[in-house]
């Protein structure tokens, strides 16, 4: 297993804003993934973090509007830009060894976009 | 993409066993079955995977269907701190996607 920190927790901020969440584990992973999930639903896979190259963009989400940086293997960043109320949500970066292996989450970062 | 179908919502009373389903029809052969369950305000928890065969671990067993058409988790002796959201996911190794569900919300009665 692997043990992830992410920052901020939770954060409310103006809409126009931008946001940037970082993810922090204590051991170096292969895979990391940067998900959404709305109030009261299932998560939504954003987007796979590369190491060393752009990340791979799920459809429906773009570069432009979520930024994604993973300079090393342990950590990452999503930014949620020009922010709007809709972008309220918990974001959450999960790590794995591979696509098909076993995940394991961040506590999460709560938004509020007022 | 292969998605999974849950009910809604299921109930337990503590230390009976919980077998809560899901339905995958489009599940493809390089398609993993993988579990996850998350209490409020955390992320979510790993519980289990599996590819055909049935699966145990510490937490729970995964049962899958011989057509992988369907699986079941079995939680053997539901505590109160197993209430949370269950969610079956696909994963497809090969095509590179990634679907949860919408997940059954597990209510454990003492």
């Known amino acids: 297993s692997a043990v992830i920190s992410q920052k901020p927790s939770r954060d409310i901020c103006q809409r126009g804003t931008s946001l940037t969440i970082q993810c922090q584990v204590d051991s170096q992973v292969t895979m990391m993934f940067w998900y959404r999930q709305q109030p009261g639903q299932s998560l939504t896979l954003i987007a796979t973090a590369n190491q060393g190259s752009e990340a791979t963009y799920e459809s429906g989400f773009v570069i432009d509007k979520f930024p994604i940086s993973r300079p090393n293997l342990t950590f990452s960043t999503l930014t949620v830009s020009n922010m709007s109320p809709e972008d309220s949500s918990i974001y959450l970066c999960?790590?794995?060894?591979?696509?098909?292996?076993?995940?394991?989450f961040g506590p999460g970062t709560r938004l509020t976009v007022t | 993409d292969a998605k999974t179908t849950q009910p809604n919502s299921m109930e337990s009373n503590e230390e009976e066993p919980v077998h809560l389903p899901c339905n995958h029809s489009?599940?493809?052969?390089?398609?993993?079955i993988h579990w996850y369950r998350q209490l409020p305000s955390q992320g979510p928890e790993y519980v289990i995977h599996?590819?055909?065969s049935n699966v145990n671990n510490r937490m729970a067993s995964l049962a899958i269907a011989e057509d992988r058409k369907s699986s079941t988790l079995i939680l053997h002796r539901a505590t109160l701190r197993d209430a949370a959201v269950y969610y079956c996911?696909?994963?497809?190794?090969?095509?590179?996607?990634?679907?949860f569900g919408s997940g059954t919300q597990l209510t454990v009665l003492p």
């Open positions: 599996g590819l055909t």
């Open positions: 999960s790590v794995s060894r591979d696509w098909s292996g076993e995940q394991y």
């Open positions: 996911i696909l994963l497809s190794g090969s095509a590179r996607q990634l679907t």
């Open positions: 489009t599940i493809s052969g390089t398609d993993y």
